[in-house]
């Protein structure tokens, strides 16, 4: 084993500056957005949100975010509504290896999957607790969070909460309606950061613009701003990513559109070709530095899971002016 070597005190500052750098941010692991954020990650202390429709890929990138941190040595808390332990166990296993998510899962059944995976998850992923809840409350966040902690090798430094709406907050009836639960479930997000000074992520729901419009509502095509986020709360949040597919464009499906300007729908047809199996992923905001507005085009690789950025410089500019609109 080599043992890395320096030829002055002030290589030695400069390692240490950057260890530092690195200790106080976790990346996303994604280089166009990681570019954006001050240190190059969110900050701990931290609150971010990934913010996109239904059917999107919400759950998916925050999995790759989680498969990211684990690779990079943090310790990781996952508090899943939408799947169950074994469901995200799957799921990771087949982004962390390039595995089949049905093929795991149909093995398991089977009982012929190869254990040597599981194996090689568990020692791979033993810094990561996942937990179920069905409607948590922040007490429960509080007791998982130490729990881990107790068990892991080191402490948690990302919470994983998918997604926003399921928390249950001690008195919900004290809320009039979900724009006053949405901001008061946000700033008990941040203050959970800032407290354990760990960085938060949850996923919430896009759409509060033109919902009764269903020829203007988004369907998870259009550019994502921190406007759109369903109930509010972008107050609290340091960070907020947005997640877009244009080849979910329901005049693709229109048969009515299609049938009355065919050459309309053939030239949208031919438009959207390109980003089939691709999602775009901006800087909505960004409390302590620039918004990526148009953001950074990622392929799926719906086979595993996985989420890539395109190219390793494959950004919009910071103001927006380049992109997939």
């Known amino acids: 084993m080599s043992i890395k070597t320096y030829d002055s005190i002030e290589q030695v500052n400069e390692w240490a500056r950057e260890a530092t750098i690195r200790d106080a941010v976790i990346r996303t692991g994604y280089p166009g957005l990681d570019a954006v954020l001050q240190g190059g990650g969110i900050r701990r202390g931290q609150c971010a949100c990934l913010m996109a429709r239904s059917e999107v890929g919400k ?21 899943s509504q939408e799947m169950t332990v074994a469901e995200v166990t799957n799921r990771l296993m087949a982004i962390h290896f390039g595995l ?13 999957f190869n254990p040597s995976w599981e194996t090689r998850y568990r ?28 068990n892991a090798e080191s402490p948690c430094g990302l919470l994983v909460q998918d997604y926003s709406d399921y928390m249950r907050l001690e008195r919900d009836d004290r809320y009039g309606n979900s724009a006053q639960k949405a901001n008061a479930v946000a700033k008990r997000f941040a203050q959970l950061a800032k407290a354990r000074n760990i960085v938060v992520v949850t996923l919430v729901q896009t759409g509060r613009q033109n919902e009764g419009d269903s020829n203007k509502r988004d369907h998870g095509h259009v550019m994502v701003t921190k406007e759109a986020i369903m109930y509010g709360g972008e107050q609290a949040f340091g960070v907020m990513f947005g997640i877009w597919r244009p080849e979910l464009n329901p005049l693709l499906d229109d048969e009515v559109y299609a049938r009355t300007d065919p050459e309309g729908w053939t030239a949208l047809q031919a438009d959207l070709a390109p980003f089939k199996n691709t999602a775009f992923v901006n800087v909505a905001k960004n409390r302590y530095g620039p918004s990526l507005r148009k953001g950074i085009k990622v392929d799926l690789d719906w086979s595993t899971g996985r989420w890539t950025q395109a190219h390793a410089h494959d950004t919009a500019s910071q103001d927006g002016s380049d992109g997939p609109t």
């Open 100 to 112: 089949d998510p049905l093929m795991i899962e149909q093995k398991k059944k089977e009982g012929t």
């Open 123 to 150: 020692n791979d992923f033993r810094n990561l607790s996942v937990y179920d809840y069905t409607e948590p409350t922040f007490d429960d966040l509080g007791k998982a969070i130490q729990l881990h902690d107790a």
């Open 59 to 79: 759950s998916w990138l925050a999995l790759n975010l989680i498969v990211n941190a684990i690779r990079d040595g943090h310790s990781v808390v996952f508090s």
